[in-house]
C-alpha cells in the first residue's frame, strides 16, 4: 500500500466515530449554527416589538421549540436516505453507520435540550429584570416555565429531543429501505418514539409542545429510556442488511 | 493500432524484432520500459512485459537491473539467422501464390529480381 | 501482492423475487486489469454491487481475498467500486469530498487526488451537484484513482466523459497501476477503446457467464473469413460460426472457438481472406440473440 501520512498512522479512530465526528461537524454547523444563531435574535426582535404594546406573559424562546424539535428531526431523515448510501458506497459498513448517526441522534438531542435550557435561563433573567412573567400561558397557569425545576425541564427537554431524532432516523431508514408506500404506512410506528416521549415522559398538557415540562411518574421514565432504546435497535435492525440501491444517472 | 490475430504481446515482440533488423535500434541501444510501452500504446503492461520476457528468452534483449532494457550484442545476427530460415516459407510462398492466381510465371518473377539490382548491394547499404 | 483476488461460487443475486444474477463462478487473479462486458441489464452493475458488499449474495458465495466482504469493516475499506452515478456527498466542495474519502478510506492518497484534479481541470471549489455529467464522472474517476483500494471497480465510469478525458483516464490508470499494483475491474460499452488494457475478459449475458478467458487467447480464438460463399462455406465448415454477412457472392463469416491454425492458412492458401476478430465484433457477435441476417 502506498505511503499516506495522516490517514495511514496508527492511531486512527475505529470507523463509527470517524463518521460520528463527521456526522457531528455536519450536524453542528446546520442546528446550532443556523438555527440558534437565526432563532433566538429573530425572538429578542420579535419580544421588543411585542412589548411596545402588550404585557409579556410568555416565554418567547420557548416558540422555538417546534422548530428545535422538527428541524434536526428532517435532518435525522435526510441524513438516514441520503448519506446512508453514500457512506456504504464509499467502503463503510452499515453497523460503523448506524452506531454514528445513533450517536448523532444523542448528542444533538442532548445539545439541543442544553442549549434552548440554557437560552430559557438567560430570557428568565432578562423577564425577571423587565418585570415580565415568564410563563407559559397555554397551559393555563401562571407558573414559571422551570416550576418543577431547571433539571427536570433540561431532562425532559432531552428526552423529547432525543426522540424526535431517532424518529427521524428510523423514519428516514425505513423509507430508504421499503419505499415510499411502506414508509408511509409505517409513520405511526417509526414516528411511536416521538409519541410516546410526550405521553409518557412529560405533562399531560404539555405532549408535543414542551412548554410545561414535569417528568411524571418513574415507570414512565423508565418506559420512555426502553422505547428510545427500542427505536435505536430498530433503526440498528433496518440499517443492518439493507441493500444499497443502484443509482442510474 | 494492432492489427491481426496475433496476440499483442507477440506483435510488440515482432515490431522490436523488425526495429533491430532494420537498424532502428542498434545494439546497446536501451528499448523502451515497459510502463513507457503501456502508456504511450495504451495497452497493459503485463502484455509490454510479456513481450520483454520473450525477446529476453530468444536472447534479444537484456535486463540491466535498476536501469532497463537493452539491445543484446548479436542480437541483430541471431534475428537474421532465424528470420532466413522462415524467410522463404513465411514470405516467399504466399507471394508465390498471389503470383499464380494472377498468371505471372516463374520468368516474370525472376526478370523482377534481376530489374531490382544487386541484394547483396541492397544490404550493405543498411548500417 | 497487493491487489486481491476475486473470486464468486455459484453466485445469485436478486432484486426482491427477480433474479438478476444465476449461480456465477469467477476467478480473478490479483494484480490485474480484469474486463466485465455484457449488454444492458445483463448483471455487471448486479454483480460489481455484490462484490463491493452493496448487495447481499441470495445465493452461492463472494470471496475477496478469501473472505466474504458483506459488513466486513476491514474487506469493505480496501474495497472500492466507482459507480456511473457518482456517490459524493451532493451539497459539499469537491475538496471537501476528498478529505470524505480519505476518512472513509486508509489507502486514499489525498495528494495524488489533488493532483489529479488538476490534471482533469477540476475546481477543489465547485460544489458536487453542480459538476457537469462528465465532471462528475471524471470526479469518480479520480475517487477511484486516488482510493488505491486492493480491489477497485469502475463502473461504466466513462459516461459523459469526453475523448481526451477518456483517454487522460486510461493514462492515469494504467501509470498508477505500474507504480501501486492492485487489482482493477473495467466495465465498460466503449470496448474497441479499453481492449488492450484488458489481461482478461468475463462476458456477462442474461446473468450468466458467457465466456472468462485471457484478453491474448480471445483473440486467437476468433477469425474472420472473406470470399467465394462456397469456398468460405468449406472452409468454415466443422468450426462454431457466431457471425455471417452476405455481400453479393462474397461471404465473410465470423467464426470463434479452438481454431485450427493449419485450417486456416489452408483457406489462406486458397485465397480467402483470414483477419482477426475485434473484442467489440466478438462480443456482439457472442451476445446477439437476434437471428442471423443473410443477405
Known amino acids: ?249 | 493500432m494492432f492489427e491481426g490475430r496475433e496476440p499483442i504481446y507477440h506483435q510488440i515482440a515482432e515490431a522490436i524484432r523488425g526495429e533491430i533488423l532494420s537498424g532502428a535500434l542498434a545494439e546497446e541501444d536501451q528499448v523502451m520500459s515497459t510502463t513507457q510501452y503501456a502508456t504511450t500504446y495504451r495497452i497493459n503492461p503485463a502484455t509490454a512485459a510479456k513481450a520483454f520476457a520473450e525477446l529476453v528468452d530468444e536472447g534479444v534483449l537484456y535486463k540491466r537491473r535498476g536501469v532497463g532494457m537493452f539491445v543484446a550484442p548479436g542480437a541483430a545476427a541471431r534475428l537474421r539467422a532465424t528470420r532466413r530460415a522462415a524467410f522463404f516459407t513465411e514470405r516467399m510462398d504466399p507471394v508465390i501464390r498471389e503470383a499464380a492466381l494472377l498468371g505471372l510465371s516463374t520468368e516474370d518473377l525472376t526478370a523482377y529480381l534481376a530489374s531490382q539490382g544487386d541484394l547483396e548491394q541492397t544490404t550493405k547499404e543498411r548500417p | 501482492m497487493n491487489g486481491y483476488p476475486v473470486r464468486t461460487e455459484g453466485l445469485g443475486m436478486s432484486y426482491g423475487r427477480t433474479p438478476a444474477l444465476h449461480s456465477i463462478s469467477l476467478d480473478l487473479a490479483p494484480d490485474r486489469i480484469h474486463g466485465l462486458l455484457g449488454r444492458n441489464a445483463a448483471g455487471k452493475t448486479t454483480l460489481l454491487s455484490g462484490l463491493a458488499a452493496l448487495r447481499p449474495a441470495s445465493a452461492g458465495t463472494i470471496l475477496i481475498g478469501g473472505q466474504d466482504p458483506f459488513e466486513n469493516e476491514r474487506l469493505m475499506e480496501h474495497i472500492c467500486l466507482i459507480r456511473e452515478s457518482g456517490d459524493f456527498i451532493p451539497d459539499r466542495r469537491l475538496s471537501s469530498n476528498l478529505r470524505y474519502l480519505q476518512l472513509a478510506r486508509p489507502t486514499f492518497d489525498l495528494d495524488y487526488a489533488e493532483s489529479l484534479l488538476e490534471a482533469f481541470r477540476l475546481d477543489p471549489r465547485k460544489r458536487a451537484q453542480t459538476l457537469s455529467r462528465g465532471q462528475a464522472s471524471a470526479f469518480g474517476a479520480i475517487a477511484g484513482l486516488a482510493s488505491r483500494a486492493p480491489l477497485t471497480m469502475f463502473d461504466e465510469v466513462h459516461l459523459g466523459m469526453d475523448a481526451p478525458s477518456r483517454q487522460r483516464f486510461y493514462d492515469e490508470l494504467l501509470k498508477d497501476f505500474v507504480e501501486h499494483p492492485r487489482t482493477i475491474i473495467l466495465s465498460s460499452h466503449l470496448i474497441s477503446e479499453v481492449e488492450h488494457l484488458l489481461e482478461t475478459v468475463t462476458i456477462l449475458h442474461d446473468g450468466n457467464v458467457l465466456l472468462a478467458d485471457e484478453a491474448d487467447a480471445l483473440r486467437t480464438r476468433g477469425a474472420t473469413l472473406t470470399g467465394p460463399s462456397a469456398l468460405v462455406d468449406q472452409h468454415a465448415d466443422g468450426q462454431t460460426v457466431v457471425g455471417l454477412r452476405d455481400l453479393g457472392p462474397t461471404r465473410q463469416v465470423t467464426v470463434f472457438g479452438d481454431l485450427d491454425e493449419e485450417s486456416l492458412r489452408s483457406a489462406q492458401a486458397d485465397g480467402i481472406q483470414v483477419g482477426s476478430v475485434p473484442l467489440q465484433d466478438l462480443f456482439i457477435h457472442l451476445t446477439n440473440d437476434e437471428p442471423r441476417e443473410g443477405s
Do not use: C
Not at chain 1, 38 to 48: D, G, H, K, M, R
Not at chain 1, 206 to 232: E, F, K, N, R, Y
Open chain 1, 1 to 249: 500500500m502506498s505511503a499516506v501520512a495522516a490517514s495511514d498512522t496508527p492511531t486512527r479512530a475505529p470507523q463509527w466515530l470517524r463518521v460520528y465526528r463527521h456526522l457531528a461537524r455536519a450536524y453542528g454547523s446546520m442546528v446550532f449554527i443556523w438555527f440558534w444563531a437565526i432563532a433566538l435574535p429573530v425572538v429578542a426582535i420579535v419580544l421588543f416589538i411585542v412589548s411596545r404594546n402588550v404585557a409579556v406573559e410568555v416565554s418567547g424562546v420557548s416558540f422555538t421549540f417546534h422548530g428545535a424539535l422538527w428541524f434536526p428531526f428532517s435532518l435525522a431523515i435526510i441524513v438516514a436516505t441520503t448519506y446512508l448510501p453514500i457512506h456504504v458506497a464509499n467502503g463503510m459498513t452499515r453497523r460503523s453507520f448506524s452506531g454514528a448517526a445513533l450517536a448523532a441522534n444523542v448528542t444533538v438531542g442532548v445539545g439541543s435540550a442544553l442549549m434552548a435550557t440554557a437560552a430559557l435561563l438567560v430570557e428568565e433573567r432578562i423577564y425577571d429584570a423587565l418585570g415580565w412573567l415568564h410563563a407559559d400561558t397555554f397551559a393555563g397557569n401562571v407558573l414559571g416555565v422551570f416550576h418543577d425545576g431547571v433539571l427536570t425541564y433540561f431532562v425532559g427537554l432531552a428526552f423529547l429531543f432525543t426522540a424526535g431524532q431517532l424518529s427521524g432516523s428510523l423514519v428516514g431508514v425505513v423509507y430508504y429501505r421499503y419505499g415510499g408506500w411502506v414508509g408511509t404506512l409505517l409513520l405511526p410506528v417509526t414516528l411511536a418514539p416521538l409519541a410516546a416521549i410526550g405521553f409518557l415522559a412529560l405533562d399531560q398538557d404539555s405532549q408535543w409542545t414542551p412548554w410545561d415540562i414535569s417528568l411524571s411518574t418513574t415507570w414512565g421514565d423508565a418506559l420512555a429510556v426502553l422505547i428510545l432504546l427500542a427505536s435505536a435497535v430498530a433503526f440498528h435492525l433496518v440499517a443492518r442488511n439493507t441493500p444499497i440501491a443502484t443509482r442510474k444517472a
